[in-house]
Nanobody, 123 residues
Framework: QVQLVESGGGSVQAGGTLRLACDISDYTGRRNCIGWFRQAPGKEREGVATINAFGVPTSTAAPVKGRFFITRDNARDTVFLQMNNLKPEDTAMYYC????????????????WGQGTQVTVSS
């Protein structure tokens, strides 16, 4: 069983920054691949970025490439999403998710999900 808790969301103006954190409690004894996803009202959920069990980013969605960066601190069992130059279209609920196994990409199926943290960007 893997439990995920997101934090760090909030309201910022366009051009601002936020850093989201995903605290991982993994009772399986393994270290899994982690992804960040987002869902805006009335839209489908979309992938943002993924990072493998060793801390190497494995995929980043085109709309956020060059602005969002995923990192991992395995000593703290936490995955971060650094979001720079935020735009109003980044407004969404952001979720982290875990996929069993050490590697993953945005279009893989993820097994465990957190409750989400809201990000709101005003123009």
């Amino acid at each position: 069983q893997v439990q995920l808790v997101e934090s760090g969301g909030g309201s910022v103006q366009a051009g601002g920054t936020l850093r989201l954190a995903c605290d991982i409690s993994d009772y399986t004894g393994r270290r899994n691949c982690i992804g960040w996803f987002r869902q805006a009202p009335g839209k489908e959920r979309e992938g943002v970025a993924t990072i493998n069990a060793f801390g190497v980013p494995t995929s980043t969605a085109a709309p956020v490439k060059g602005r969002f960066f995923i990192t991992r601190d395995n000593a703290r069992d936490t995955v971060f999403l650094q979001m720079n130059n935020l735009k109003p279209e980044d407004t969404a609920m952001y979720y982290c998710a875990a996929r069993e196994g050490s590697d993953c990409r945005l279009f893989d199926e993820f097994n465990y999900w957190g409750q989400g943290t809201q990000v709101t960007v005003s123009s």
